[in-house]
């Protein structure tokens, strides 16, 4: 039964079933769907308590249809290399559906980073690092990592002294890893982007009156119920900015406990509680639940699986009642759980759209470093002394004074304007991709994930045709 799938496997599946409404030769298809490399690393490291402890680690490279190869390094006791290359497949379609001209790629360490002080893991992720120098599984055009589950910016920042000291070419060797701190040559925005990105897909999701309507829904976030599932580096922000949009979060689901409150979660109370506490647990205004998984069950118009796979599965699917599910994670509904929610009605919103937010700043972080200038540090003061002036002319011309709160917006694009901006270009556009698809081939015969896959197989397979190797 689809159930006992691998992950690679289910991800196949949904590649399939797309590639029937695309007529590639069986071979290039073939050719697309395999993993082209994969590497195990086993190292030892010393804990802190003297002991010698083996690690394992994995890193894949989906395709090499374009390159470098991208994708994040996770750490979790979940990792293995069906994990893995399921991760880095799902890349290359993420990358190809919203033109991002990277191969797919991932990365993970088995570990739980709760047990490990912050030096072993140090130890831990320069000693990977070393690992991918040697097997040329890293390098700014060969495969840049990337943060992902139970990574940040320290990993990476890490990752990038280690390539820094061993790289020979120095020039652009600060392109090798995205997602660093900002004073490390990151970029503004990308911590939030994951989370940025999901609400600006829903934002273009929801504003389709028809499709709206077909679920019983108004258009527009405005007053939209939601039940996010992660309140951690994409959760958290998407939360944000969806209670920024007027959206309503009543229920908040972790690994250790839930909260929920039918009048709208306090977001930011509970990101300070959280800090302080190290969980969400019994944090005021909201009623605690111990167990995390009924939340993702109660009555709301959108739930947001924003953790790990396998998250919504034919157990629990038949009870769960949002008309939108928005796949913030990587993979988090099993084929059959897939099939029990469209069945009933749902519109899923696939994580290979949803969640493209990341890669897509990485991706302008990837640019910045190799131009070595910040976006907007050319045209930012010209913009703003060109609207001045626009504005004293129209003020002349007319009498009318323009308030301060009217100049405001006014200024120059900085940094962080052109790296919003570009990903919501990228947002709508991919979405109005997957929209046309669907109502080519009809919204019934073909689903909205369905759908993100015959765009990303056109366009990596028009890659392979430009680069002459299939006819
Ligand atoms: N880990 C993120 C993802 O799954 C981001 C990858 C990247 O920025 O390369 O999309």
Redesign the pocket.
């Known amino acids: 039964m689809a159930e006992n799938l691998s992950f690679f496997e289910k991800v196949n599946k949904n590649f399939d079933k797309a590639a029937q409404f695309t007529e590639y030769p069986q071979g290039l298809l073939d050719q697309i769907k395999i993993c082209n490399n994969s590497c195990h690393f086993t190292f030892p490291i010393k804990r802190d308590d003297g002991t010698i402890q083996t690690i394992h680690g994995w890193r894949a490279e989906h395709s090499h249809h374009k390159l470098p190869t ?3 390094i ?1 750490y979790s006791t979940l990792v293995n290399e069906d994990e893995i290359v399921a ?1 880095a497949a ?2 290359t379609y ?1 990358c190809a559906l919203v033109d991002v001209p ?1 191969g797919g790629a ?1 990365g993970g360490i088995q570990l739980n980073r709760n047990e490990y002080s912050e030096s072993e893991l140090e130890r831990i992720t320069r000693r990977y690092t070393y690992e991918l120098i040697q097997k040329n599984y890293i390098g700014p055009g060969v495969d ?6 139970g990574t940040g910016e320290n990993e990476m920042a890490w990752i990038l002294d280690t390539y820094l000291t061993m790289s020979q070419d120095k020039l652009d060797a600060i392109a090798c890893v ?2 660093k701190p900002i004073d490390q040559n990151g970029i503004h925005g990308r911590k939030e982007a ?1 989370g940025r990105g999901v609400v600006f897909g829903l934002e273009e999701v929801c504003s389709y009156e028809d499709d709206m309507k077909q679920i019983g829904l108004h258009p527009g976030l405005r007053g939209k119920t939601v039940v996010l599932q992660g309140f951690g580096k994409v959760g958290y922000p998407a939360a944000k900015y969806l209670t920024e949009a007027e959206a309503i979060v009543i229920g908040i689901a972790e690994s250790d406990g839930a909260i929920y409150n039918p009048k709208g979660i306090d977001i930011e109370k509970v990101s300070t509680f959280r800090a302080e506490t190290g969980s969400i647990r019994h944090c005021s205004d909201a009623t605690f639940i111990e167990n995390p998984n009924d939340v993702l069950e109660l009555e709301c118009d959108i739930l947001i699986p924003a953790a790990l796979e396998n998250q919504l599965t034919a157990e629990n699917a038949p009870r769960i009642k949002a008309h939108i599910i928005a796949e913030a994670a ?1 993979g988090p509904t099993t084929t059959k759980a897939d099939e029990i929610l469209q069945k009933r009605g749902a519109l899923i919103i696939p994580d290979t759209f949803l ?2 937010g ?2 897509t ?3 302008f972080e990837w640019l910045r470093n190799l131009s070595h200038v910040g976006f907007g540090r050319l045209a930012r003061r010209y913009e703003e002394t060109a609207y001045n002036a626009m504005l004293l002319f129209i003020e002349q011309a007319t009498g009318y004074q323009f308030s301060d709160d009217e100049r405001g917006p006014l200024h120059g694009a900085d940094e962080t304007d052109l790296v919003n901006s570009g990903l919501q270009d990228t947002m709508v556009n991919a979405y109005q991709e997957i929209r046309e698809i669907r109502l080519k081939h009809g919204k019934d015969v073909v689903d909205s994930r369905t759908a993100a896959f015959i765009s990303a197989i056109h366009k990596i397979a028009q890659s392979y045709m430009q680069l002459g190797i299939f006819p």
């Open positions: 991208k994708g994040g996770r991760l799902l890349m993420k990277f991932k840049v990592p990337a943060p992902d589950f995205t997602g994951t990587n969640n493209a990341g890669v700043v990485s991706y």
